[in-house]
């Protein structure tokens, strides 16, 4: 993990509007801005045009002490104002974390969990919030410096990296569909085992577990939003029986969906 000297958050949020995102700094030697988009996006930053695939970020120097975040047409799309130390700094470029490049996440359910804590942790000025941010800061940052270890390529290194990339948003916007790998590998017009070799050089993860991962949180936004039944939300989020979505939730939550729509529940009541 990092030392708390190595790396501060100025600032964070989420971007849902057309309309430019403007930060500035005083210090823009050691001030880096990240985004992070969930969704197919054309932005510009500053002088550069990029255009993202879901699930990529990347980090971006303050010029001349300013951010100008414009997005082009629909965007949702996460940012952190960074100040790294130089010492990080140059760990990053050397495990490969290109400043200006897209980078995949390789785990995006557990980037928004962390997301949700760190969020949370801003809203109070507690000790033991400041505490909790620290934390989800530091396991933030790893999450995004795992997408240069080695384990995940870049996409024009991946042969089909356009069509996977729109097939992992499709398994994220509709999870309660059925996806068979043995259709999406008819589709792709490729074999299942070269289709998992190159789904997981893309993004470090595996269909099937891509599949899971959208259930799962498709699932935890039913039980915090509706009082729908269990078996309801089993089936409304793609899973085909009750059984293995209790056991697919524990397994990834570390509680059963009833204590998980209770503790939400418990923790949204102001006292």
Known sequence: MLEPSEISLINCGQQTQSEPLILSTTMPENDFFVLMCGIR???RLNDRQYYMQPF???IHPFEEGRIRLEPQGNAFSRY???RLSSHYLRELRERGLGIKELHTLARPLVVEEVWKLLLESRSSDTESSRAI???ALNLLVCLLWE???GTVARAAEVPHYDKLSALRHKIYQHPEESWFIQDICEELGISRPYFHKIYLAAFGT???QDVIASRIACSKHLLETTDDAIASVSQQSGFETDVYFMRQFKRHVGMTPTAYRRIYRQTQVTP
């Open 41 to 43: 996006s054309t932005v």
């Open 56 to 58: 990529t970020f990347l």
């Open 80 to 82: 952190l104002h960074l």
């Open 133 to 135: 941010g620290v934390h």
């Open 147 to 149: 997408a240069s270890d």
């Open 206 to 208: 595996t269909c099937t």
